[in-house]
Every structure is written in structure tokens, then in C-alpha cells.
């Protein structure tokens, strides 16, 4: 790894605290219905939207309740998503005339995007017309991340509260964390975009006469606007097929830092905002240096394998001070493709700018196992943060048995209930990523579409199954993924990844904010020191690992192996 | 006096090895194993891989080479056996001190009174032998009325009808000063393998054979009755979790192998030995083998304490407790009372009250006498005379006269009740000021005990004797108090008096002028508001209150009723041993450094009314 590199990643971590903490402290407000500026703004705006859709504002929901708005909401958007893209053709602002896209892809897309994965089965220009990129696409980018950012506001309640029953109001945490975040940061992210360079425009394309006289036709479309909710919602949903890899998209090295930046400022600013709601920044700052913890050594470890290159050109005498460039844009460089892709698999984002399928062996391992850590890594928007904090809770909870403290964590008792919910959370993705892979590798539509044989392309199979299943949305590539099987498979994937980990998460929340809180003592295993974040962090790690390692032992390992033999 | 730093016992001790030894094997029964799911799961695969041995060293070729696969399976037969000796092991241990209890109750002769004989005849010696038979202690049952001479074991757990004698209990608590047992009040139950050390005693038999609470104890070590606890059937549910997790890691890798060596067409898929071998590995078998020798150590700490816990529930709930309901008497304050201030009668100069008192506390070496001896020189340097010099002549305390005193010279010195102080002074020929009942009656109300000082036929005032709160009481609150864990004091005392000791002793609150039915009320409005409450009892009036508390400790001396209703019995007897439980149960103590201990106080004291909230 080289200096330039270490410089990137540590000017990019510090930009991120220094972005974060502030967000944090804004988003207390939020929580609390309580922002000041964006209050005085933006508060018609919400009141408005209330009397419309009559909400009570101050409802408090038992968490059945909210869990069963959070289902309805999404169940809705899934359909009306699905019905958009059957009728495209029928509808306006279709400049490129497109047909209607297939039932397997559309129920497929709709999932992807209520999911919050993003996982494109399609490419974007050639498929979706600009009706459904911005009415269905972009409108589930905004409330998917809304949605993720209000389980975790009802978790954070269910810690925060006691002797209550409610979590409060669903559909109030889902308008507030869309107008008063995820809205304005768009909007000043999407201005960036177009100040560097990306497309904004409601014009289907344009054709050039090239260079060398050949006429071209060229895409375009509201893109720096999809750009930015992408990123910020941790979507990873692109407006072109290249995602972050086409100059319409990412134009320059600065809008991939920004867009680096982007991925990670909710999730970051989150651990903050927790912290600070159940009374101690502290406890913030742990859950945050776990997740740091996690990543940066796994950041280093890509960049590392990718500035390696690749052992079979290196034994051709090709020189490669670059490093492994195969597959990726040159604005960027290996390092700048390695960091993105650290960053994005590490939050559910999904956006990439490089070719996955063109990593070293060890340089796609480390993507696809940050996945199947459970997108807890910073993670998406909300969603990574309250998975995180199920393995706060079983980690307090082992660790407080073997030193024989009573599990609490942050006051709340850690008690049967809390770890069965906190078991599912574990076993739902794992079970559907290996359980899925399995079957895929059996039977021959699974088999069939992978552009690879041999081990290669069992990673492809992994890697989509535990993009799906872990809502990242980001593909491998070389699975073709548009065909019967997988567009099924991986939607069901994505729907198993998505609730089963939300309604156990709300189930908890419901729990926790039943009990009374136990006052700390030195019985009490502290939760913001070093020790428990090592704890944490090695909880993780051994489920992670002891999990996928077996499969992936015979993905990219048995890949690296091989090319190391060679 | 026993107490938490017992000797530590050494961990192999030979007859507990091999029984444990015997015991693993025994606990391979799958029944027993299902109990643990970690552990079944590996018992599953070692019968498994056995029968993959059997196919492969029949046919020649099996799943692997057979040697490879016997190896296999022999680890994981060794696995699940070293935990079933782990857990063996715990119980043993239990067993060891459960058994050394057990000594004690060995069979021996009982006498009882035959079928349709009155037990009044007992109290008549000449007309005893005829009316008993003897027979062996375990032929006997509930309601059978047994005579215990001095000299003799008690052959069972019982109620005492008739008789007061002094019992040896050391057996039990191992606090070797005897204690007395009497028939009536809360000091009436005995324990079956304690020695009457004088007089006699008729007791009838309150539990059946094996049914005694040191027959159940064994029974819930022994693993039979053990209920597990919330944290153990968390942990399982956690285990199991991860059990499923990487029960599918390994059977997916059957595919994944499979198709890996289709498409690449080298290597041989993973065998089925192996898979389960990385199972194995894989599933948490270390903390899921070792979790019920945990759950076991956790009672056995407070066997160790002289606690005897009838439930794992009531552990792990002592270390969750964070009210504490304490009786004043015998653990806020000392059993005896000590003088606190001289209140003279009109006319007489402090002083002489002071000389007075003093002079008929010299020869009195209670507790009380002596307190009045301090005060009076803390107060005017009266020095403490000899008496033999002055030709004085003690009058010691009867149950008669109420009174204790000195005759020096013509005077005749009493101090004591004041009724009894009433009739000494009209006797001689004097009157009782009104004055003085007027201070007697503000002392007794404000729940210090007033002492009547006369001189013949004159009354020289009042002496003062208060509470005294234990030393270093207040600081251990402080200590509680810190970590969450609230104290209540329970007292019979007027609210002013338990106001005064509260604030003295430092509780956060109290509950004056308990009744029974007070206590219970106070005990489910802390547990409406989400606490979780300890108290200590031994009263039958206490059963109910014990029954409600998350934590009830009875005391060993305490009536049956006491004991059914608790989830804890202190062998010791000391109340103030709830403090201690609920240390052990929040594993604080003798590692943290405020090292706390239990305050000094002979195990078992008969104290008249120490047991009376």
C-alpha cells in the first residue's frame, strides 16, 4: 500500500468525522421533532403532508403497530412500483419509447428498490423511461432509506424510554428523516454533481458525430438528482448501467471522494445521534470505532490486493506500478476504485465505479465478506446501525456471561426474548445467502447464466445471493441476472434480508422499551470502552467468519490459490 | 462465625472424580442430552461418524478412509463425554457439600410416643417410658411426636411442642456456641441431626422422609429438580441460533463442493466425516458442554456461603435485586441497647442521677449496665469504684423483680422497668412523680427504651437507652447504594423513633409500625413499579411477604412455614447475610476493592425480640 494510498484513506476518514458529528447533533433534533431552521422551513410542508394523509402526529405506536405500518407502507410501494414499470409504455416522459419491462424484472425492481438494495437486474438507460426512474426509482430511494432511518429512530426509542409501550409514530419518522435529512442533503449533493460535471436534464439523449464519423447515441437523463439519493440513501441504484462509473455519474476523482462521503455520512452521523438519544455520546463513539475498526483494515486489505495487480500479468514481465487496472476507470486509479468499493460494500450502498469481476481473487473476498457481515459496517442508512446494535446486545451478552456481569446494555436487560429476536436477525440473512446458493448451484438455471466456470464463477453465485440478501445491491458481475430464476430468487432474497431483520429489530425495540432502566454500577459491563469495543468487533468477526469462510474457501480463496499456482 | 471466605475446596477430589467419571457416561442417554442442544447436536454426529466407521470398515469403502472416520468420531465421543464429566463434576462438588450435610442426619434411634397417647404425658418422667417406643428416625412421619433427652441427636426436622433446651447446631451452621429452642414463637423449629445439649424436648415431626429441605436441596444439585435460569435459557436460545447457522454453513457446503468439482473437474467433494467434523468446530460446543457446570457453580457459591438456594432462579435474581427489605433489629442495629442520655426528675441534679445509675450499674455486666457505666464517665468523669470496697452488696436482675441494683450503706440503689421501679418506690413508702411517667411515656414514644432510677423511696430520673446502629452499616449502604440497589428498613418502631435510625443509619426508606400485611403491600408496590425485592424472614407471619419477594431468605432457625415460602435458606441464620447474598449474586466483594463483609455478629444469638420487625 503506498503513501498516496494511506493519504486517501485517512483524509477520507477525517472529512467523515468532521461531517458526521454535526449531522449527529441535527439529527437528535429530528428524532425529537425539534429542528430549529429547517423547522421554521420545512414545518408547513409537514404539517401539510399530516393533514393530507391524516396522521395524528403525536400517535404513539405499540411496535406491532409500527412494524405493520412499516410492512403496509412497503408492501405498497412495492406494488405501485411494480405496476409503473408494466405500464411505462403507456405512460409519459418516455422519450425513448421504451416497452414494458418483464414481470420477472419488474417484481425483481420493485423489491430491489423498496428494499433499499438496489440490486438492477436491468440497465437503467435502455430499460426504465425517465416516468419510472424518477416517480418509482427515485421516490422508493428516498423513503427505503427513510424507512431504515425510522426503525432505527424506533430503536433508539426503545432504548431511550421506559415503562413504555409506544415507539412512537411511524409515518412521522418516515416524513421527518425524508424532509428535514434525506431531502435537503440531496439537494446539496445533487448541485455538486452537476457543478463537476454530471447530467441533469429531462432530454431522453443526444447523438454525436464522433471523431472518427461514426454517429453516437448518448444517454442522458435526470441524473446528478438520482445521483445523490443513491449515495446519501445508500441506495446504489445508478441511472446508467456503469452506475458510478460513467463520467455522466461520477465525472471526477473530487465527486468520488464526495460520493465516497455521501455513502458513509448518514450511517456515521446515526451512531452519533444514538449515542447522544440513550444519553451518552460515548456509547456513540463505540458502536462508530467498531465499525471503523471493522473497516479500515478491510479498506486496506482491497487496496492492498488490488495495487498487488495480478500475479499472471506480473509473471508476462507486464509492468503494473498502477496495479491491477483491469476493469477500472482510469480517473480513478486502483486506489480510488478499491477505496469506493470498500465503501460501498461496507454500507449497503451498492454504487460501484469499477468492475467487480475484474478484482483480484483476495480484492473481491473482502467486498463480498463485508456483505456477509450483515451490512452492519456503517452499513445502510438506519438498517446497518440497528443490525449493529443486535450484535451489541449479543455481545454484551456473551461477554457479560463469561465475566459474570448481568447483561444490560445501555440500561435494558438483556433477557431470552431480546435473543431469540436477536438470534433471527443473525440466522434469516445467513440461512437465505447459503441456502440460496446452494440451490443455485444445483440446479441448472442457476448454473447456466454465469459467465465464468470453476470457482470464479461460484463466487458469482455467492456474491449475488449475499448482495441481494444483505440489500447492497451491488453485482459481481458476469451473473446474467435478468433471467427467470435469479430475478426471483434474488427478489425473494432481498424480502427475507429486508423484513425479517426489521420486524425481530422492532420486536426488540418493543421489548426494551417496556423495561425500566436499571441504573449502571459495577455490575454493569461499561459499553463505551476499548474492551467492549474489541469485544464487539471480535463477536462479529467470529460470526462472520465461522459462517461464510467454508464458502468462501471455495469462491475467491480456492480462486487466489489457483492463480497463485499458476 | 461462618461467612463468604470459606477455605477453598481442592478441585479433584478422588470419590467425586470417579463418581463424575460413572455419572458422564450415564448422561449420554439422549433424553438427558436433548436438554442441551449444543451437545446433542455433537452426541448426534459422534453416532453418526460411528456408523459411517461401521459402513466403512464392513464394505471396505466407506464415506473416507476408516481410520480417518474412527478418529473422528472418537474426538467427538471424547467432546461430549468431557462435558458430561464437566457437568458431573459440578454436581459432585455440590453433592460433597450436600452429603457432608447428609452426615448429619444419619439414621439413628427415635423415641416416639405411641399411636393415641397424649403428648402430655411427656412432661411427667415417670410416666415417659411407657408411653414411647423406639423406633429408627427413617420410619418416621409427618405428625409424629418424638421425646429428645440430652445427649441426644434429633432425628428429623420438626416443631417443638413442649420443652426449652439448649441444641447444638453446628452441624449445620457450623457455629459451634449452642442455641436455644423452645416451643411457641419463632424459634421453635428444629433441624433433624442436631444434639440436644441439655434438657428435653417433645417434637413433632413436620416433613416425611426425604421430603426435608436438605432431601430437596440434594434432589435440585443432583440435576433432577433444577430449573434453569432466565440467563441459561437466553444462552440456549443464542446456541441454538448459531447452532442452526452453522449447521446450514456445513450442509451447504455438500453442494457447493459438489458443484465446484462438476465445473472444474479436479478434487473430490468434501466427505461426509469431514462435514461433520467442521461442525463440530464449528457450533459454540465449548461454552454449550460447560453451560450447565456454570449454571451449578453459580448455587454452589451460595452453598459455599451457607446459603441454601432452592432455585437457580433465586441466584440469578439476587444478583438482579436492587430493593432490600431489612429487619432494624439484629441487622441495622445491634440487638442491645444502649444508654444515650440521663433525663433527671424534678429537683435532682443530673449529676446525682448519674452517680446513682452508675452505682447500680457497676455489678452489671450486660450489654445495657455497662453503657450506663461509659455514660456516666463520658458525662462527669465518674470513675467506676470498687465495689467490695464500699461493703456494697449487688442486687442481680430477676424475671421477678424486673429490677437490678446495689444496697450501699442504708441506700438502696434499683434501676429497671418502670412499673417495677413504681412498686419498689411505694413500698418504701414514696411516690412516683408525674414528671417522670411524663418522661417515660416521651421515651417510650419515641422508641428508645426508658430505665427508672430510684434511690429508696425517691425517683432520680430516667436513663435513655437507645438503638445503636452497626458500625460501618452506613457505608456499606452507601456502597448499595451506588450500585443501584435501594434499602428499606422494616421496624415495629413509631415512625419518629424509625425516622431517626433511618437517617442515622442511612436507608433511603423505611416502613415504621410494619404489620405482615404492611410488608407484603410494600413488597408488590415495589414490584408494580419494576423492581426486584429481597427480604429475610422467619416468622410464619413472614410466609407471605416471603413468598412474594424475588429474593426471600429464610432464616434456618425460622418456622416451616417460613422455610416453604422462601427460595433461600441461610444455614447461618443472620439476617444481615442478605446483604452478603446479594453481593455474591452481583459477583461483587471479596475481587472488588470495597471489600465488603459480612458485619460481625455471632451466627446464631438468641435475642428475645430480634426477629420482631
Not at chain 1, 407502507?73 to 412495492?78: D, I, P, Q, V
Not at chain 1, 416524513?175 to 454530471?198: E, H, I, K, M, N
Not at chain 2, 425460622?558 to 415460602?565: M, P, R, S, V
Request: hydrophobic share 50%; glycine share 10%.
Amino acid at each position: 500500500m503506498t503513501a498516496i494510498a494511506v493519504a486517501q484513506l485517512a483524509l477520507f476518514l477525517a472529512l467523515l468525522l468532521a461531517l458526521a458529528r454535526p449531522l449527529g447533533a441535527y439529527l437528535v433534533r429530528v428524532h425529537g421533532g425539534e429542528a430549529r431552521l429547517a423547522g421554521r422551513v420545512l414545518g408547513p410542508v409537514e404539517r401539510l403532508i399530516y393533514r393530507a394523509a391524516g396522521v395524528r402526529a403525536d400517535e404513539d405506536m405499540p411496535w406491532q403497530r409500527y412494524a405493520a405500518s412499516v410492512l403496509v407502507f412497503n408492501l405498497a410501494g412495492a406494488l405501485a412500483l411494480y405496476l409503473l414499470q408494466r405500464a411505462q409504455s403507456a405512460l409519459p416522459l418516455n422519450p425513448q419509447g421504451f416497452a414494458a419491462v418483464s414481470p420477472e424484472v419488474s417484481f425483481n425492481t420493485a423489491v430491489s428498490f423498496v428494499t433499499n438494495t438496489n440490486w438492477q437486474a436491468y440497465a437503467g438507460e435502455s430499460t426504465m423511461s425517465h416516468l419510472t426512474q424518477m416517480l418509482g426509482l427515485t421516490v422508493q430511494s428516498f423513503v427505503s432509506a427513510a424507512t431504515g432511518i425510522a426503525v432505527l429512530f424506533a430503536l433508539a426509542r426503545g432504548f431511550a424510554r421506559q415503562s413504555a409501550e409506544g415507539l412512537g409514530s411511524f409515518w412521522v419518522d418516515l416524513t421527518r428523516a425524508t424532509l428535514y435529512v434525506l431531502l435537503p442533503l440531496s439537494v446539496v449533493v445533487a448541485l455538486f454533481f452537476v457543478s463537476q460535471g454530471a447530467a441533469q436534464t429531462l432530454a431522453g439523449s443526444v447523438t454525436v458525430h464522433s471523431v472518427q464519423g461514426a454517429d453516437q447515441v448518448v444517454s442522458l437523463g435526470p441524473v446528478a438528482s438520482q445521483e445523490a439519493i443513491k449515495l446519501i440513501g445508500t441506495n446504489g441504484g445508478g441511472f446508467f448501467n456503469a452506475n458510478s462509473a460513467h463520467p455522466f455519474e461520477n465525472p471526477t476523482a473530487l465527486s468520488n471522494l464526495v460520493q465516497m462521503l455521501s455513502i458513509f455520512l448518514v450511517p456515521a452521523a446515526l451512531c452519533f445521534m444514538f449515542g447522544r438519544l440513550v444519553g451518552s455520546e460515548a456509547q456513540g463513539w463505540a458502536i462508530l470505532g467498531a465499525m471503523v475498526a471493522l473497516f479500515v483494515p478491510l479498506a486496506v486489505a482491497v487496496i492492498a490486493a488490488e495495487q498487488a495487480g495480478n500475479p499472471a500479468l506480473g509473471a508476462l514481465s507486464v509492468a503494473q506500478q498502477a496495479g491491477n487496472l483491469e476493469g477500472k476507470e482510469v480517473r480513478f486509479g486502483a486506489v480510488g476504485s478499491a477505496l469506493f468499493t470498500a465503501v460501498t460494500t461496507s454500507a449497503s450502498c451498492g454504487a460501484v465505479n469499477a468492475m467487480l469481476d475484474s478484482f483480484t481473487p483476495l480484492g473481491g473476498l473482502v467486498p463480498m465478506w463485508l456483505m456477509q457481515l450483515g451490512e452492519i459496517v456503517f452499513g445502510g442508512v438506519g438498517s446497518g446501525l440497528y443490525g449493529m446494535l443486535m450484535y451489541a446486545i449479543i455481545a454484551v451478552f456473551v461477554a457479560g456471561l463469561m465475566v459474570g456481569r448481568t447483561p444490560e446494555y445501555l440500561g435494558k436487560k438483556i433477557e431470552a426474548f431480546e435473543m431469540k429476536m436477536a438470534s433471527l436477525v443473525i440466522l434469516f440473512p445467513a440461512a437465505t445467502v447459503l441456502l440460496g446458493t446452494a440451490i443455485a448451484c444445483v440446479v441448472p438455471a442457476g448454473t447456466e447464466p454465469l459467465g465464468n466456470p470453476g470457482a470464479h464463477g461460484f463466487s458469482e453465485i455467492l456474491y449475488a445471493f449475499t448482495s441481494g440478501t444483505n440489500n447492497n445491491g451491488s453485482a459481481f458481475g458476469g451473473l446474467t441476472a435478468s433471467g427467470r430464476f435469479y430475478a426471483v430468487a434474488i427478489g425473494l432474497a432481498m424480502l427475507i434480508g429486508r423484513f425479517w431483520v426489521i420486524v425481530p429489530v422492532l420486536a426488540i425495540a418493543g421489548s426494551l422499551a417496556k423495561q425500566r432502566l436499571v441504573p449502571a454500577g459495577p455490575g454493569t459491563l461499561p459499553t463505551h470502552t476499548p474492551l467492549f469495543v474489541a469485544m464487539l468487533v471480535g463477536t462479529i468477526v467470529l460470526v462472520g467468519a465461522l459462517t461464510f469462510l467454508p464458502a468462501l474457501a471455495l469462491g475467491p480463496i480456492v480462486e487466489h490459490l489457483q492463480q497463485a499456482a499458476r | 462465625m461462618s461467612n463468604i471466605e470459606q477455605q477453598p475446596r481442592p478441585l479433584f477430589v478422588g470419590p467425586i472424580v470417579r463418581a463424575a467419571l460413572v455419572d458422564a457416561v450415564k448422561k449420554l442417554d439422549p433424553r438427558r442430552m436433548a436438554r442441551n442442544p449444543v451437545m446433542f447436536v455433537v452426541e448426534l454426529g459422534s453416532v453418526f461418524t460411528t456408523a459411517l466407521f461401521v459402513h466403512a470398515a464392513v464394505t471396505g469403502q466407506g464415506d473416507a478412509p476408516a481410520g480417518f472416520i474412527l478418529a473422528v468420531a472418537a474426538w467427538l465421543w471424547m467432546t461430549v463425554l468431557f462435558a458430561n464429566f464437566a457437568e458431573a463434576m459440578a454436581e459432585g462438588r455440590g453433592k460433597a457439600q450436600a452429603d457432608a450435610l447428609r452426615q448429619a442426619r444419619r439414621d439413628v434411634p427415635a423415641r416416639r410416643l405411641r399411636k393415641g397417647a397424649s403428648s402430655e404425658v411427656l412432661s411427667a418422667p415417670a410416666a415417659r417410658a411407657a408411653a414411647l417406643e423406639e423406633v429408627p428416625s427413617p420410619s418416621l412421619r409427618l405428625g409424629d411426636v418424638v421425646f429428645v433427652a440430652e445427649g441426644e441427636l434429633i432425628p428429623a426436622d420438626g416443631e417443638i411442642l413442649e420443652g426449652v433446651a439448649s441444641v447444638d447446631e453446628s452441624a449445620i451452621t457450623g457455629e459451634s456456641a449452642p442455641v436455644i429452642r423452645e416451643s411457641g414463637g419463632d424459634r421453635s423449629a428444629v433441624t433433624g441431626g442436631t444434639r440436644v445439649l441439655s434438657d428435653w424436648l417433645v417434637v413433632r415431626v413436620t416433613t416425611n422422609p426425604g421430603e426435608a429441605f436438605l432431601d430437596r436441596m440434594i434432589a435440585m444439585v443432583e440435576g433432577a429438580k433444577r430449573k434453569k435460569t432466565p440467563n441459561e435459557i437466553a444462552l440456549d436460545v443464542l446456541l441454538a441460533g448459531l447452532t442452526i447457522v452453522f449447521l446450514l454453513a456445513t450442509v451447504t457446503l455438500l453442494p457447493f463442493s459438489r458443484y465446484a468439482v462438476a465445473s472444474s473437474g479436479q478434487g473430490s467433494p468434501a466427505s461426509l466425516t469431514v462435514l461433520v467434523a467442521l461442525l463440530v468446530c464449528l457450533i459454540p460446543t465449548t461454552i454449550g458442554g460447560l453451560l450447565s457446570a456454570i449454571g451449578i457453580a453459580g448455587m454452589d457459591r451460595m452453598i459455599q456461603a451457607n446459603v441454601i438456594a432452592t432455585s437457580g432462579r433465586a441466584v440469578e435474581a439476587a444478583g438482579d435485586v436492587d430493593v432490600l427489605l431489612l429487619d432494624k433489629t439484629g441487622t441495622i442495629t445491634l440487638g442491645n441497647r444502649q444508654a444515650s442520655e440521663l433525663l433527671p426528675a424534678p429537683g435532682v441534679d443530673e449529676r446525682e442521677l448519674a452517680d446513682a445509675a452508675q452505682l447500680s450499674s457497676l455489678a452489671d455486666e450486660t450489654p445495657e449496665g455497662r453503657s450506663i457505666v461509659v455514660l456516666a464517665k463520658a458525662r462527669f468523669g465518674l470513675r467506676a469504684r470498687e465495689l467490695e470496697a464500699t461493703g456494697a452488696a449487688f442486687v442481680p436482675f430477676t424475671a421477678q423483680t424486673r429490677m437490678s441494683g446495689v444496697d450501699l450503706g442504708g441506700r438502696r440503689i434499683r434501676k429497671g422497668a418502670t412499673d417495677a421501679v413504681a412498686r419498689f418506690v411505694e413500698e418504701a413508702g414514696g411516690r412516683f412523680p408525674a414528671e417522670v411517667r411524663a418522661i417515660v411515656e416521651q421515651v417510650a414514644r419515641e422508641g428508645a427504651t426508658p430505665l427508672v432510677v430510684a434511690d429508696g423511696a425517691r425517683v432520680l430520673g430516667v436513663v435513655r437507652l437507645k438503638d445503636v446502629v452497626k458500625g460501618g452499616i452506613r457505608e456499606r449502604f452507601g456502597e448499595l447504594r451506588r450500585i443501584g440497589i435501594k434499602t428499606v428498613m422494616i421496624t415495629g418502631d413509631n415512625p419518629l423513633t424509625a425516622a431517626a435510625i433511618a437517617a442515622e443509619a442511612g436507608v433511603d426508606d423505611f416502613l415504621a409500625e410494619a404489620t405482615p400485611e404492611a410488608k407484603l403491600e410494600m413488597i408488590r408496590s415495589y414490584q408494580a413499579k419494576g423492581h426486584l425485592v429481597a427480604m429475610t424472614g422467619d416468622g410464619t407471619n413472614d410466609a407471605p411477604a416471603l413468598a412474594q419477594a424475588d429474593v426471600a431468605v429464610a432464616m434456618n432457625t425460622g418456622t416451616q412455614a417460613a422455610k416453604e415460602a422462601g427460595n433461600m435458606v441461610d444455614l447461618d441464620s443472620n439476617p444481615t447475610k442478605l446483604l452478603s447474598i446479594v453481593e455474591i449474586g452481583k459477583q461483587i466483594g471479596s475481587e472488588s476493592g470495597t471489600q465488603i463483609r459480612p458485619v460481625g455478629q455471632s451466627a446464631v444469638v438468641w435475642q428475645p425480640g430480634s426477629t420482631h420487625m
